[in-house]
């Protein structure tokens, strides 16, 4: 059996307009891709697909085509769908195939299951649409009650045998415009039957349908990154530890200003996002970051991660020092470390420990720190 789709695509989408956007409903995107492009990859195991577009989306369907990294054959349409969907039927002629499925663009969440099963009644009718049973309670507006059970909401692909559709469509009168396809082959009195439809497979026609598929296509996970610095101690009148002056007789030696605690977090978040180390990015070879603070290398990491689609949920800092002591500045590094990162404090801690007096760090002769940052990333 040869089957060939035709999706239209031909609408104005004016109802789904959000006020910022003009761009039609089936050309804006959900998560990665345009929802034009959802679609035609739901049918690109099917046959040929042909696309009815309106004369003005030229452009958008640039777009797709390089999103979809495939040629697409479009026609244009006409002022109403049933002339769109004719349009359609007409450019298969040439080469016509036995069954069509025709199916709406903004129907993006399309299963295999629904296709298959569309595709499957075609073997004993002509026509077939999938259709989901009326749940609420339907009444007339005077508050006569409907029965529910007569009603079935329609969905697409609606499939044909593609003979019996078209000249169901030639012999449509022109200024007839029905709402679907399975209404033209009901006119021609072709045989009809209903598949299983999917409560999915949501035709996207409010700005909320754009927002809740956003939301149902989003998935997000935590990610946990390390990082790890040491600085020497020297003799000096300050330090910078995670971002708070410490005067005293001690300071960090570095080329920037030495803050270890915002180094290793630094890293801590680059690790998170798999985007290599604090030298990477600030080579200590550049002289641009001669004695800079280090709260900027903070922030940056902070926008890398924000880049790449990760938020900072949690920071943990362990400092590894005699000297200075720690406990008296532990609220201020907090309250600092919070302040660069946008994070609540409750988010946000700082402990440190001595080495009992063994190695560097047991000698005084330099200060290490070690973070574990972790992230939400949502894609
Ligand atoms: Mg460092």
Request: net charge negative; proline share 3%; with cysteine.
């Amino acid at each position: 059996m040869r089957i060939a789709t035709i999706i239209v695509a031909a609408g104005q989408g004016i109802r789904a307009a959000n006020g910022t956007t003009h761009t039609p409903k089936q050309y804006r995107r959900i998560g990665k891709r345009a929802v034009l492009t959802h679609t035609l990859r739901a049918f690109k195991d099917i046959g040929e697909s042909i696309v009815v577009i309106h004369h003005d989306h030229a452009e958008h369907i640039e777009h797709i085509k390089a999103e979809l990294g495939a040629p697409i054959k479009t026609v244009i349409g006409g002022a109403s769908r049933s002339e769109s969907v004719l349009a359609g039927l007409k450019a298969l002629s040439g080469n016509a195939p036995d069954y069509v499925l025709i199916h709406d663009a903004a129907r993006p969440f399309v299963s295999q299951a629904v296709i298959d099963g569309v595709i499957d009644k075609l073997s004993e009718v002509q026509a077939c649409a999938p259709a989901l049973p009326v749940i609420d309670a339907i009444k007339l507006a005077d508050g006569t009650a409907v029965d529910r059970n007569e009603l079935n909401r329609m969905q697409t692909p609606q499939g044909f045998h593609y003979d019996a559709i078209l000249s169901a469509y030639q012999s449509l009168s022109g200024a007839i415009d029905l709402s679907d396809d399975i209404a033209v082959a009901k006119q021609a009195s072709l045989t009809l039957a209903f598949s299983k439809g999917d409560s999915a497979n949501v035709k996207l026609t409010y700005p909320e349908d754009f927002t809740r598929a956003e939301e149902n296509m989003s998935t997000s996970f935590t990610v946990t990154g390390s990082g790890y610095d040491v600085h020497r101690l020297i003799a000096g009148d300050h330090m910078y530890l995670c971002g708070v002056k410490i005067e005293g007789k001690l300071a960090l030696l570095g080329h920037s200003d030495a803050d270890v605690g915002l180094h290793a977090i630094t890293d801590a978040i680059l690790g998170g996002v798999a985007m290599g180390d604090i030298g990477d990015h600030f080579p200590p070879s550049d002289p641009q970051w001669s004695g800079a603070r280090s709260n900027q290398f903070l922030k940056h990491a902070l926008k890398l991660a924000s880049e790449n689609g990760a938020e900072i949920v949690h920071v943990d800092l362990t400092l590894i020092c005699e000297k200075p002591k720690i406990k008296t500045h532990r609220e201020a590094m907090r309250e600092s470390i919070a302040d660069i990162l946008g994070l609540p404090q409750t988010r946000v801690s700082v402990k440190a420990t001595t080495s009992e007096g063994l190695g560097f760090t047991g000698r005084a002769e330099g200060i290490a720190a070690q973070a574990t940052v972790t992230l939400k990333v949502t894609q």
